[in-house]
């Protein structure tokens, strides 16, 4: 599987934006996808997850009830729907694909990953 994240830019704090990770091969539609972040000086961290029938999702805390992550397999393409978005969000943000149907919370469990997007978010 062959990712390619885009969508990310500078948001003023309290906007929005969305980022599409789009997948090359055929395996996307039986894949766990994660989202996670690194900002500078600080290790990658998990931001959310979704099952590979998007039928179950997981959220870090500090972005629940904020963020939603969803996936449209016709489309290979997963997304995160990010919304009052805070400084404390400024970081590259990277999409990956486990080897499962069903998600990890920790990066060394991801197989595959994007490139990342740059997501800064002025106060």
């Known amino acids: 599987v062959q990712l390619q994240a885009s969508g990310g830019g500078l948001v003023q704090a309290g906007g929005s934006l969305r980022l599409s990770c789009a997948a090359s091969?055929?395996?996307?539609?039986?894949?766990?996808m994660g989202w996670f972040r690194q900002a500078p000086g600080k290790e990658r961290e998990f931001v959310a997850a979704?099952?590979?029938?998007?039928?179950?999702?997981q959220y870090a805390d500090s972005v629940n009830g904020r963020f939603t992550i969803s996936r449209d397999n016709a489309k290979n393409t997963l997304y995160l729907q990010m919304n009052s978005l805070k400084p404390e969000d400024t970081a590259v943000y990277y999409c990956?694909?486990?080897?499962?149907?069903?998600?990890?919370?920790?990066?060394?469990?991801?197989?595959?990953w994007g490139q990342g997007t740059q997501v800064t978010v002025s106060s």
């Open positions: 979704i099952s590979w029938n998007g039928g179950s999702t």
């Open positions: 990956a694909a486990r080897g499962s149907r069903w998600y990890s919370l920790h990066p060394r469990e991801y197989d595959y």
């Open positions: 091969g055929r395996t996307f539609s039986s894949s766990a």
